[in-house]
């Protein structure tokens, strides 16, 4: 078996892994960058009216051939480990006879930003796998590990072929709603891997957040809304379902009313399946402000909003019980309570990565919010690495989704093997 990690070795973002054996080759992940050649973020700006072409010259898409669309087909298969554009964000540009797979909560939340024009990829033919099930695709046996990660239903996978055994973590996690995945992991670990192909996220961000499990930052929750009296708003991915969770449980301990977007109702409805229990837009203590966002006007267009109106919320309601509500925050949430003067006194619990605060805290200040950051990291902190690391015992460990692969070193001395975007290696 051949690896080639297309981009990924020195940059979080853009994930895209090929593995390639005598009669198979397959992509793990074909995902957009977080960042540009000069490391500011990426403009996907530039990618409008691109062709392939133009985008490989520009360096922003691999060359890989028989991938793109108006190719040969020569590339037999492309796993997604999640839902994150910065892992599947490309796959609109591939040729559309890749089968592609993934897992059944990945599927549907790129459906859902499909529906909402968030991403290019309609994922309706995309094959949903179940976890720990092995598949094959040509001579590879291919097993879907369920990780814990912000994102839904997150992959890790085992590859096999010709006795080599290769293990791509993804984007992973100790100390989220769904640790008990790590857990039982390290206690049976595949065996006899032979390269790890691991996340480093971390690595890179030394105090970027302390490390808080995600029941710590639901009580941190729970202490702040207890203590408010007068408007909370939360700024969070509606799509980091963990982190919704633990909002909903602490309103509930504090007394407190959610108050959702019919974009978050319509997410949280679309994932609801039997054995999973998600907050749902017709438990008490929820409510739906409708925003009058393109998300609300989509729903609006497609007759899905009225089901929304039984829990329906006003600003004049919020005012009058500003105390005893938490509203989740966005663009349009802020801008409108802003004009009706809602925000003075208020205060923003930031529950996301702090570069994404970057230049907002002008507003906030502007209109007199107080901030404070509850938040803990999708990935993996390097102490629980370690004993990820020590579970597996890989032959080789090569670095990924870091801008610290150096550091590997540091911790696992000739283990790490560095290598290169587009360097193609020899799993041995």
Request: glycine share 8%.
């Amino acid at each position: 078996m051949n690896l080639t990690i297309h981009r990924g070795t020195k940059e979080i973002g853009g994930s895209c892994v090929e593995l390639k054996s005598a009669n198979t080759r397959i992509l793990i992940d074909f995902g957009m960058p977080l960042v540009g050649a000069d490391k500011k973020p990426f403009d996907s700006n530039i990618l409008k009216g691109k062709t392939v072409a133009e985008l490989k010259s520009l360096k922003i898409l691999p060359d890989i051939s028989g991938l793109y669309e108006n190719e040969e087909k020569t590339v037999d298969a492309i796993l997604i480990s999640h839902s994150h554009l910065d892992h599947y964000g490309f796959l609109h540009r591939i040729n559309k006879n890749i089968p592609i797979y993934m897992s059944r909560g990945c599927k549907d939340l790129i459906s859902i930003a499909y529906y909402f024009g968030q991403t290019q990829y309609d994922p309706r033919n995309a094959k949903a796998v179940p976890s720990w099930e092995t598949f094959k695709i040509g001579d590879m046996e291919i097993t879907p590990y369920l990780v814990d990660h912000s994102a839904f239903d997150a992959f890790a996978y085992l590859v096999e072929t010709d006795k080599k055994r290769l293990f791509y973590s993804g984007d992973f996690r100790r100390h989220g709603r769904k640790g008990v995945l790590f857990e039982n992991q390290i206690k049976k670990p595949p065996k006899n891997i032979d390269v790890l192909v691991v996340e480093g996220t971390m690595l890179s961000r030394d105090g970027d957040n302390s490390q808080n499990t995600e029941e710590a930052i639901c009580g941190q929750l729970v202490k702040e809304f207890k203590q408010a009296d007068d408007l909370i708003l939360i700024s969070v991915s509606s799509q980091n379902i963990d982190r919704l969770v633990s909002i909903y449980i602490a309103c509930s301990k504090a007394g407190k009313i959610f108050v959702v977007s019919p974009y978050t109702a319509y997410i949280l409805e679309q994932l609801k399946r039997k054995g999973i229990t998600l907050p749902q837009f017709d438990w008490t203590g929820i409510k739906v402000y409708f925003a009058q966002s393109s998300h609300t006007r989509k729903l609006a267009e497609d007759k899905s909003l009225f089901k929304y109106k039984s829990a329906k919320i006003t600003c004049e309601e919020i005012e009058a019980q500003r105390g005893n509500v938490v509203v989740l925050d966005s663009y349009y949430v802020r801008n409108k309570f802003a004009k009706k003067g809602l925000l003075k006194g208020a205060t923003l619990i930031y529950s996301q990565w702090e570069g994404y605060l970057e230049g907002a805290e002008g507003f906030w200040e502007e209109n007199d919010v107080s901030i404070k950051k509850i938040h803990t990291s999708g990935h993996v902190f390097l102490e629980d690495l370690k004993v990820f690391i020590k579970a597996l015992n890989p032959g080789k460990i090569i670095p990924i989704h870091t801008f610290a692969a150096e550091k590997f070193r540091e911790y696992w001395g000739d283990k790490v093997m560095m290598i290169d975007d587009g360097e193609e290696i020899e799993i041995f």
